[in-house]
């Protein structure tokens, strides 16, 4: 490398400012060296270096990205082994875990026996009632004897889970009579095929699709109970007994369909008075969205102006004639309420609803 054109890039990039104190842009003056150094220079690239390094133990470790996992490689079955052969690894409590160690690529020439925790395993079967929840581990060999007495032992591992049996159960914490109440069930790790649900004191229908039922309980004095079985191996087995109150439906609410709400009663201008048709009954829809009622008569109650009033009677949802030629006659101001308004509940019950006070904007 030349030294003189070095020494010269160096000066110019630590020019002091008082240098350009004539109109020099010092950018372009370090721009017009360095350019030239370049042009004009052959670069030479040198080889990496490597100097050791005490720390480095040789080995180079790569680590996959997150979302990539390397597979375990798969066991090579050609050579003369123990495995554990089980039907499930997760068990519920209450249940048997049963495996069988299996001798892959046994010596015809060689006898073998079995242990499991230093207990002889008659025919290689393991077989133990699962009382108790948790992750469970049992080591044992295959004991190998040649003709001449020689042994040899091949380890296995039994490992196995056992967990509480568990209903999921979706639905409402209570149930209304006379109307569906929606609930569905699973239970994990079993298809819905393997199931058997009973109810008690419900009509049920099971939906079409999925592991849904509609029910409806027949008296608000009795439970329904909700059980749940499913299938392991050749028997069914209890998950879980599931209690629910069973209650009447209570008392709807009164109100007029607008064209964007519900109106139950309090200020309403005159112009939206007089689209109202008919009068409806609505629960609240927290406590059930499918309850629906019919209205079946109201009153309508006008002041006559002399302390009394005037009474209006409907026998169906539907605002009569009378009573909408009495609110066109409303003025600003005016009071009258909706009475004595009958419905039929879901469960066929014939409900008195409380009166809805209208006022006139």
Known sequence: ?????????????????????????????????????????????????????????????????????????????????????????????????????????????????????????????????????????????????????????????????????????????????????????????????????????????KRTSGSGFDIKPEKPSLPCIISVYARRGDEMQCVCHKAYRVLTLPHPVASFDLASMRFEGGKIDKDTLLTVKKVSAYLDFELHKDARYAVLGFDMKFSDGNGGFKVLHSNSDSVTDSMLEEMKKAESGTTFFVTNVSVKAPDLRKLKLSPMEVVVR
């Open 1 to 205: 490398m030349n030294l003189n054109r070095f020494i010269s890039l160096v000066f110019a990039v630590s020019l002091p400012l008082a240098a350009f104190a004539k109109g020099q842009n010092r950018k372009a003056v370090v721009r017009e060296v360095v350019t030239d150094f370049v042009e004009n220079d052959a670069i030479e690239v040198k080889p990496y270096e490597e100097v050791d390094d005490p720390d480095d133990s040789g080995v180079q470790t790569v680590v996959p990205p997150a979302d990539k996992k390397i597979p375990e490689p798969l066991p090579d079955y050609s050579k003369r082994q123990a495995v554990v052969i089980a039907k499930n690894t997760m068990v519920w409590r209450g249940e048997k875990y049963v495996a069988d160690v299996v001798m892959l690529n046994p010596d015809p020439k060689c006898t073998y026996t079995y242990f499991l925790n230093d207990l002889k395993l008659e025919n290689g079967r393991y077989s133990v009632s699962a009382r108790s929840v948790g992750n469970f581990r049992s080591r044992g060999y295959v004991l190998e004897t040649d003709k001449k007495g020689a042994t040899k032992k091949y380890p296995f591992t039994v490992e196995y889970l056992v967990t509480e049996p568990v209903a999921v159960i979706s639905s409402n914490n209570v149930f209304f009579v006379g109307v569906p109440n929606s609930v569905e069930i699973s239970v994990p790790g079993v298809p819905i095929s393997d199931l058997r649900i009973e109810f008690s004191n419900v009509s049920m229908s």
